[in-house]
């Protein structure tokens, strides 16, 4: 992976010139009998986008200069080690600009510059949502149901895209962008494979349903296009042989709303005359039918591949997150338990493939994938270059409101116990997602596996379920109403609010000076605990203002579907650019504790100040591609320490107290050497020796953190 930031050596390709907008009559009836409606939809269609883009990389020479079989973490840490994770709708703009020109104002990444930011995840910004006859219908998940290859209007457009790339490269960064490879949204391509048109059945897993068995269906409700299956007609269409049956679990479960992964269509007329019914799967929304990535014709794949190739070499992105990745093979097992749809081979194929494909371009690929810690290791052998760290970031969360590391050091030896390295993951604060407690390492694969935990010994599946205990009991309830449950997937909060949470503050508006400033030393015992160890370090607008949850009053409409987590996706300031009491275009304004960031900047106690601090000294150091040593055990429970080796041959320790008082602890690790000498990272003095035992005194306050060199 030796492209440089600017992707300047990059193979580069374009759509075809009327890929902005396309023309069309739309007066005609919009169904299979209007040749012209249907001729549009395979216009809007992201299959012949991809067939358009993917034929000018053939042939090429620059195809074969980048290395890409293998992950190569470290090539990624080194062109981005630092990431700023935006969401399009919550980032209030430039006045007159759209989020794209925000994203590449010089201002905004001088800024960035200063923090020590080196890499934007823009979050999804190309069209989502589906199609309704000839109008647009609106996102059903945060623009995570992607049906164009265009960039959405409302956020920009695709020259927009690339200035912003270019104002990246001139500041020493670099953009990351977003392909689903596991669904779309209900677009062009799915209104035509409903029509049995071409290869559009085969992007995905649906199964037309022969008339005679149309009683197995459910009803669709007025004004619907399809409607969930429910456990008996699953059971019914598995035995007819159709379908597979139920999978290893129903994400976002919701009784009477998706109590199956699987939905029927309503009838359909194709421009052959057939009327079909279709079965499709969906492993999350109704609205996100799944991509199949065995299908003869491989146009699920052709699709997935184009839309990575155009932002790569079209657009100018230097990565790409997968998200939603660990579902792309499902399979009948024949001893009569659900499908195997969970850390399938497939699934490792068609990710090594996405891939080889994005490091032969020059970019790098992380992957979005709340599964077992085995399944992270297995993908990454030959798939994603980095892993999102699902497999701590519940854990850090449970040591904050604990006040307890116990649980946090269990996860960070399991991950190097099972060959996870910590390089090879992107620790992260919040991000658009819930706080998620899903816990599946221990839930699933690990459910009857033996762990020590406070002193006793427990099944996997029990202290998956003391966990999410803990969690609810200490930052949600009556006592913390700004926090809500989202489904069986986690807590809809802020990082500001979790922690207020753990500090027992029962109302947002009773956050006073005092408290903001307990909020901020904790946000930045959180922001060391991610930045302070090896691998990515993201962080969201979010966390960089500080932000709280919004009321519920404010968004009855987003929230009517049960989705809780869009109170934690309020609007949030950057710059400085609105006015406050001035509506925003996106989602409401919310309240925001630490302020923009050219005030906090001028100001040496704020959060991005002292957060500038941490990100000084972990890239003087450079321990974004050191290797962990040890997560030794502590004498205090708050404590938390884990030790490096740097890529000078030289040790460091970073320790944590998770809780809000001062202790005084010992640290002990086979991997430090009697009689070394340490020094403080932050102030250069001297901070003591390594004992006779290999341990270390410590006396640290609240909320504090160390970062400490060990002398050679």
Not at 69 to 97: C, H, N, Q, R
Not at 315 to 343: H, I, K, Q, T, Y
Not at 601 to 609: K, T, V
């Amino acid at each position: 992976m030796s492209t440089p930031p600017s992707g300047a050596s990059r193979p580069r390709a374009r759509l075809r010139p009327d890929h902005d907008e396309t023309q069309a009559d739309r007066s005609g009836a919009a169904d299979a009998t209007n040749a012209a409606y249907v001729e549009w939809l395979k216009s809007e269609s992201m299959l012949r986008d991809a067939t358009a883009i993917t034929r000018q990389f053939a042939g090429l020479g620059a195809m074969w200069r980048n290395s890409y079989a293998l992950p190569d973490p470290e090539a990624a840490i080194t062109m981005a080690p630092v990431w700023f994770t935006a969401y399009p709708p919550s980032l209030i703009t430039k006045p007159g600009a759209s989020f794209l020109e925000t994203l590449a104002d010089p201002g905004l990444w001088g800024n960035f510059e200063e923090i020590g930011i080196n890499a934007v995840h823009t979050g999804p910004v190309k069209r989502a949502g589906g199609l309704d006859g000839w109008e647009s219908t609106p996102s059903v998940d945060g623009h995570f149901d992607r049906i164009s290859t265009r960039i959405d209007a409302a956020f920009g457009t695709e020259e927009q895209f690339r200035r912003m790339c270019e104002v990246a490269a001139q500041h020493g960064g670099v953009i990351i962008d977003d392909i689903v490879p596991g669904h779309t949204g209900k677009g062009a391509d799915f209104r035509l494979a409903e029509m049995g048109v071409e290869d559009y059945p085969g992007i995905f897993h649906m199964v037309a349903i022969d008339e005679a068995d149309w009683h197995l269906l459910p009803r669709i409700p007025d004004g619907c296009d399809s409607a969930n299956l429910d456990e008996a007609a699953e059971a019914a269409l598995a035995d007819a042989g159709y379908i597979i049956g139920p999978l290893q679990r129903v994400i976002f479960w919701d009784p009477g709303v998706k109590d199956t992964n699987w939905s029927a269509t309503r009838p359909v007329p194709g421009p052959d005359g057939v009327v079909r019914r279709w079965v499709y799967l969906h492993y999350f929304k109704e609205g996100q039918p799944s991509i199949n990535w065995l299908d003869p014709t491989f146009a699920g794949v052709r699709l997935v591949i184009g839309d990575a190739l155009h932002s790569l070499g079209d657009l100018g992105a230097g990565g790409l997150r997968l998200d939603a990745n660990g579902f792309l093979g499902v399979e009948r097992r024949s001893d009569g338990r659900p499908a195997w749809s969970e850390g399938h081979p497939l699934s490792e194929a068609a990710n090594h493939l996405i891939a080889s494909m994005v490091r032969k371009v020059g970019g790098f690929t992380f992957q979005e994938l709340n599964l077992t810690i085995d399944d992270i290791r297995s993908t990454s052998v030959a798939g994603a270059d980095l892993s999102y760290d699902f497999i701590n970031r519940p854990a850090y969360h449970h040591a904050l409101a604990t006040a307890d590391t116990e649980f946090l050091r269990l996860t960070l030896n399991a991950s190097l116990a099972h060959g996870v390295e910590p390089k090879t993951l992107v620790h992260a604060l919040q991000n658009h997602d819930e706080l998620t407690y899903e816990l599946v390492h221990f839930a699933t694969l690990h459910a009857e596996d033996e762990f020590s935990f406070r002193g006793a010994t427990v099944r996997g599946a029990d202290l998956a379920e003391q966990i999410r205990g803990d969690l609810l009991a200490h930052l949600t309830g009556p006592q913390r109403p700004y926090n809500q449950v989202f489904t069986t997937n986690g807590i809809a909060s802020t990082t500001a609010t979790v922690i207020a949470g753990a500090l027992g503050i029962e109302s947002l508006d009773d956050i006073g000076p005092d408290d903001i400033e307990r909020i901020r030393d904790a946000h930045l015992a959180l922001a060391m605990f991610n930045a302070l160890q090896p691998g990515v370090f993201a962080l969201s607008g979010w966390d960089l203002t500080g932000a709280l949850t919004l009321d519920p009053d404010l968004i009855p409409q987003l929230l009517a579907t049960g989705d809780t987590r869009w109170i934690h996706r309020s609007a949030y300031d950057l710059m400085g650019y609105a006015d406050p009491d001035s509506p925003s275009r996106g989602m409401p304004h919310g309240r925001c504790l630490y302020g923009s960031l050219p005030e906090q900047l001028a100001d040496p106690g704020s959060f991005a100040s002292r957060l500038r601090e941490i990100l000084r000294v972990r890239a003087v150091s450079g321990l974004a591609t050191a290797t962990q040593l040890d997560v030794p055990p502590v004498s205090q429970p708050s404590l938390l320490a884990m030790v490096h080796r740097l890529s000078d041959g030289d040790t460091q320790v970073t320790i944590i107290n998770f809780g809000p008082d001062h202790v005084a602890g010992r640290v002990q690790s086979t991997a430090l050497s009697a009689g070394s000498g340490l020094i403080d990272m932050f102030t250069g003095s001297r901070h003591g020796i390594v004992d006779a035992d290999g341990a270390l005194d410590v006396n640290i306050g609240g909320f504090a953190g160390l970062s400490l060199r060990v002398a050679r």
